[in-house]
């Protein structure tokens, strides 16, 4: 892709996050799909497809109203083996969801930061930390190709199904490499192919793109970019449980047959 194309992509995402950030709690949302009506209608519609997700009861109830947007493919903070104490970077934190419920297993004396291009996200996202009073957690305005942290600074970086969304997957994965300490270790949820796109969902950049399906790359590819940015001990296991949440982000689309949500993990 050119420059041209990365900058457009990232302003098409952009948009629609900003979209979603700026609805009301009690207004309809939207979670990983090209359409919104296809989605969530309140806060209570959030948590069912949450559950899905792989959260509980428990994290639903920890976190401010407005955090939980519906968003994602996966629970990272339950995959990451949080230990208390520990620095952890969130990569495309959105209403803070997942960051406060990291904020929870690492304790005061640990730290969560949460990175989002988005203004209006951190705007929310902030607030929400102060109605939930995390004090442990911060979150700053930033793309995750350039990361707004120091070399080897975190412990442990989480992502939700942002990563996909990104023109640059390569660069995202150099930078967290380059923030993560010695032993560092990745763990996120993200889409990735299982099958070759249609041309028609492929190059469709606007919806698809956005809604975390065409800008999702095959499992080989990303163990590739991952071990040619320093990374070791990568696991990526895709999830195919996934795909009947996955049917409904495109109904009668059968996205399903292409995409997956996997596990993926590494090590510095």
């Not at 700026?22 to 948590?47: G, N, Q, R």
């Not at 969130?90 to 803070?96: A, M």
């Not at 988005?118 to 350039?146: C, Q, V, Y």
């Not at 990303?222 to 296991?237: A, D, T």
Request: hydrophobic content about 35%; aromatic content about 6%; proline content about 5%.
């Amino acid at each position: 892709m050119s420059k041209l194309t990365h900058d457009q992509i990232r302003q098409n995402v952009r948009g629609r996050y900003q979209k979603i950030a700026v609805k009301k709690v009690e207004a309809p949302s939207s979670c990983c799909a090209p359409s919104e009506s296809s989605c969530c209608d309140s806060p209570s519609d959030y948590d069912a497809i949450s559950a899905k997700l792989g959260y509980s009861s428990g994290d639903l109830a920890a976190v401010p109203e407005g955090a939980n947007l519906g968003l994602g493919c996966g629970n990272p903070q339950a995959i990451a083996e949080l230990q208390a104490g520990e620095h952890v970077l969130d990569l495309g934190s959105g209403g803070g969801f997942d960051c406060f419920l990291a904020s929870r297993q690492v304790g005061e004396q640990g730290r969560v930061i949460g990175v989002d291009m988005t203004p209006e996200m951190i705007s929310r996202a902030r607030e929400n930390a102060i109605k939930g009073k995390f004090s442990n957690t911060e979150f700053r305005l930033g793309e995750i190709e350039h990361l707004p942290l120091a070399d080897n600074s975190m412990n442990v970086i989480i992502s939700n199904c942002v990563i996909n969304l990104s023109p640059d997957k390569q660069q995202v994965f150099r930078e967290a490499y380059r923030v993560l300490q010695p032993g560092g270790r990745l763990a996120i949820s993200d889409i990735v192919t299982t099958a070759e796109l249609p041309p028609e969902i492929k190059n469709d950049l606007d919806e698809y793109y956005s809604g975390c399906i065409s800008g999702a790359s095959s499992i080989a590819d990303v163990e590739k970019m991952l071990r040619e940015s320093g990374f070791s001990e990568i696991s990526i296991e895709p999830k195919d449980e996934s795909r009947t949440f996955i049917k409904d982000w495109v109904p009668d689309a059968n996205v399903g047959q292409y995409i997956v949500s996997a596990v993926i993990k590494a090590r510095k």
